[in-house]
């Protein structure tokens, strides 16, 4: 999946909207929601709603500011050309600085990305979670009351390695999910764990599910035992519905 994968839920489309009516006055509701498809890189709001039907997600281009203004002068507005009504996600967004991201990937990353991967496909596939806000479903889960309890479950990684996952309903719609590969006994928690000290390699890593569905990039933690280092980098995954990189948000 390449740096500029992006997929939208119809909860993302709605908070890409809400946030760019916030950022512009005198703009129709029906006119900003032909801006938002067309800043998602789609020819009409019905093209966009055509892509969602029936699905979680659906593949778009990042959010495009120039394409935003565009749309705008053609349904009769005259915008600034610098308007910024949506977020870009060139960047890796914190409260402190923003870095760009990263083009070159090495072996850490990953390895990383692997896990990750496999942990969030197999929440799916087991029904514990899904990639649009309010998702929720393992047992425990509360929306309403801070998250409520985390979810664990287990899968297999690589055909024969057994591996432990840790989900967690935080703020922003965003889940954290631990992973544990090949933990020495059945009683670790991902999340509970001495990371290589328990098994051979260790993850953790945030999905987003408000402004799209993708793995933040530039908040990851991972320690891998160097026997298996190679293997988990070589393991060749695809994400099921959401992307494998994006901005890191706080």
């Known amino acids: 999946m390449s740096a500029s994968t992006y997929f939208v839920s119809e909860a993302a489309v709605r908070n890409l909207k809400e946030r760019a009516e916030r950022r512009v006055n005198g703009v129709r509701s029906a006119h900003m929601s032909e801006v938002v498809a067309a800043a998602l890189g789609f020819r009409t709001h019905a093209a966009l709603r055509a892509a969602l039907a029936g699905r979680a997600t659906a593949e778009a281009s990042k959010p495009n500011n120039a394409r935003a203004v565009q749309r705008l002068r053609q349904l009769g507005y005259n915008p600034p050309d610098d308007l910024h009504l949506l977020p870009e996600l060139d960047r890796s967004y914190s409260p402190f600085k923003t870095f760009p991201l990263r083009k070159q990937r090495g072996v850490r990353w990953t ?26 479903w393992w047992s425990g889960a509360d929306p309403k009351n801070n998250g409520g309890r985390r979810g664990l479950y287990r899968f297999t990684f690589d055909g024969d390695l057994s591996a432990t996952a840790a989900v967690t309903a935080i703020s922003g719609d965003e889940l954290s999910i631990h992973v544990l590969l090949d933990p020495r006994n059945g009683e670790i928690e991902a999340d509970r764990c001495g990371g290589i000290e328990d098994g051979a390699a260790s993850a953790h890593g945030w999905l987003e599910r408000r402004l799209g569905a993708w793995i933040q990039d530039g908040g990851e933690g991972f320690s891998c035992k160097r026997a298996v280092q190679a293997r988990v980098a070589a393991v060749a995954i695809e994400p099921h519905g959401y992307a494998d990189q994006g901005s890191f948000i706080l």
């Open 111 to 136: 390895g990383w990305r692997n896990l990750m991967v496999a942990a969030i496909n197999a929440g799916l596939e087991q029904h514990l979670f899904g990639l649009s806000p309010g998702e929720d």
